[in-house]
Nanobody, 125 residues
């Protein structure tokens, strides 16, 4: 069991940057692959990025590749999402998620077992 809490969201102008954090409880954090998803108003939740348990393997959605960077610090039970060159279309609630079962469905909601409550990112034009 793991509990996840996101932070770092807020209002930023287009072209700006934000760094999201995901704090995890529990001693199993370093065993889990982790992911970031987002849900924009009126849209379904979508995959943003994923990082392996060791932090060596990373995946990104095409829409954020080259602008967002995922990282983790297992010693601190934390994961991060550095978001640069933000665009109005990045406006969404951002969720962190933990994958303990490794189903292979890492781009889909059902590929993750634990979720945070989300943090709102608003990018103004």
């Amino acid at each position: 069991q793991v509990q996840l809490v996101e932070s770092g969201g807020g209002l930023v102008q287009a072209g700006g940057s934000l760094r999201l954090s995901c704090a995890a409880s529990g001693r199993m954090f370093s065993n889990y692959a982790m992911g970031w998803f987002r849900q924009a108003p009126g849209k379904s939740r979508e995959f943003v990025s994923r990082i392996s348990s060791s932090g060596t393997v990373k995946y990104y959605a095409d829409s954020v590749k080259g602008r967002f960077t995922i990282s983790r610090d297992n010693a601190k039970n934390a994961m991060y999402l550095q978001m640069n060159s933000l665009r109005p279309e990045d406006t969404a609630i951002y969720y962190c998620a933990a994958d303990s079962s490794y189903s292979g469905r890492y781009r889909y909601d059902d590929g993750y077992d634990y979720w945070g409550q989300g943090t709102l990112v608003t990018v103004s034009s």
